[in-house]
């Protein structure tokens, strides 16, 4: 916007200012306070927005303009940190990723915490049970007996593609909080757990591969898995989810037969 | 909730004092999804492994069995109106299709009833309803394949 302030106060429409960018667009944002009440409930909010802008900047310009009591999670807004998963017009998305033009503006825009967790207050979710699946699969590099990195592990550069699709994992919880298996029993690891396994298990200089597909092999594990596939449209790093956990009740299998 | 002094908010009129304090604890929210000491142990066994590769497997043989079965009973030579005691009693007098129905009776309700577990664990949210849910299904299962497998070895076809 080139139109300084002064000029738009007299002389109303300016030759330039009638193609302005911003519309308005309808945030229908779900809100809880325990504090308030036991119910959550739909607020709208009206914003003048411009429509390539991001669903963050929307709920940014709710937060810092209209209600500072809206809550929710971001931190980097760049998508990498994986902070501010919701569910946007009810798929599961990144709002620092999505952009407001690709979501239909015309409608209100719903915007939800992911589902399946514990809602704490607005869009913030208790992540524990999440990161607590995370922590089962064992997620860090695992030797025998060259616990001491006196040199560099060294891989080819084919070993290193066979995982290289579960190293995009931000642990931003859009696939777990998408599957149907994870919103009726949270006990079931969650496609996340099983991607940041198969980063591991896959990896030709782990050696703790068979411990975690042990772990993975339990009544909650990979044999859950229903292939519904809501995990890889979910994924905001276009991560093949449902193809990793299917990879890994291959290894199941053809490592016990 | 909604006392003079709050506002929809829930903050009180002094900035940043809560309607909540040490007395009136904010109410706490309980994790549903926590593990503890309730939360089922894990498995260190294959049953999961082998019951999913024995549905695929089962699947595959089962739609041989199910369709050939299906055409010999409904389409093939004159259709459904066929179908009398002579009928039954012609073929179970070969033990071809003696194996071929006991075959199909056992898979099938294996596969079904496990697909019906899957079904109960999926949708089944209390501990209560899943047993109760389940120990139905593996009477029902059981009972069926009993007397099927019964019929079908001593089946008689001289009854009258």
């Given at each position: 916007m080139a139109t300084p302030t002064l000029e738009k106060a007299d002389a109303a429409p300016e030759p330039g200012f009638a193609d302005s960018p911003y519309i308005t667009v309808t945030f229908r944002v779900r809100r809880f306070n325990p504090e308030v009440s036991a119910e959550a409930v739909w607020e709208d909010f009206q914003l003048e927005i411009?429509?390539?802008?991001?669903v963050l900047d929307g709920l940014h310009k709710i937060k810092w303009?209209?209600?500072?009591?809206l809550t929710f999670r971001r931190s980097?807004?760049?998508?990498?940190?994986?902070?501010?998963a919701m569910r946007i017009n009810g798929k599961n998305r990144l709002a620092c990723k999505?952009?407001?033009?690709?979501?239909?503006?015309?409608k209100p825009i719903t915007v939800e915490p992911i589902k399946g967790l514990t809602v704490?207050?607005?869009?913030?979710?208790?992540?524990e049970p999440f990161f607590q699946a995370y922590r089962d699969v064992m997620p860090f590099l695992i030797t025998k007996d060259?616990?001491?990195?006196?040199r560099e592990r060294f891989q080819t550069a084919e070993d290193r593609e066979r995982f290289d699709d579960t190293t995009?994992?931000?642990?931003?919880a859009a696939c777990t909080s998408s599957c149907p298996v994870f919103w009726n029993d949270g006990q079931y690891f969650g496609p996340a757990a099983i991607v940041n396994a198969h980063r591991f298990i896959?990896?030709?200089?782990?050696?703790a591969g068979e411990q975690r597909l042990e772990i993975l092999n339990d009544?909650?594990?990979?044999?859950?898995?229903?292939?519904?596939f809501n995990c890889t449209d979910a994924c905001p790093r276009g991560i093949e989810v449902t193809k990793a956990i299917q990879e890994v009740k291959r290894a199941l299998i053809t490592r016990r037969f | 909730m909604a006392t003079t002094e709050t506002t929809a908010s829930g903050?009180?009129?002094?900035?940043?004092?809560?309607?909540?304090?040490?007395?009136?604890?904010?109410p706490l929210i309980e994790a549903p999804r926590k593990r503890t000491k309730k939360s089922p142990k894990s498995t260190r066994g294959n049953f999961e492994m082998y019951g999913w590769l024995f549905m695929r497997l089962s699947g595959i043989v089962l739609v041989v069995l199910v369709l050939g079965h299906l055409l010999i009973q409904l389409?093939?030579?004159?259709?459904?109106?066929?179908?009398g005691f002579a009928f039954v009693a012609g073929r179970w007098a070969s033990p071809f299709w003696q194996v071929w129905d006991l075959l199909m009776l056992w898979l099938a309700m294996l596969h079904g009833a496990n697909g019906l577990r899957t079904v109960i664990n999926d949708y089944a949210e209390r501990a209560n309803t899943r047993l109760w849910l389940k120990g139905l299904l593996y009477t029902a299962t059981v009972f069926t394949i009993l007397l099927g497998t019964l019929v079908i070895f001593t089946f008689d076809p001289n009854i009258r």
């Open positions: 411009d429509p390539k802008e991001r303009d209209v209600d500072g009591t980097c807004a760049h998508g990498i940190c994986g902070s501010d999505t952009l407001i033009k690709d979501i239909n503006p015309e704490l207050k607005d869009l913030v979710v208790d992540m060259t616990n001491e990195p006196t995009k994992c931000i642990l931003c896959f990896d030709s200089r782990d050696e009544r909650d594990g990979v044999w859950r898995c229903r292939t519904t | 903050i009180g009129p002094v900035e940043g004092g809560s309607v909540h304090n040490v007395d009136n604890p904010a389409v093939l030579d004159g259709g459904v109106s066929k179908i």
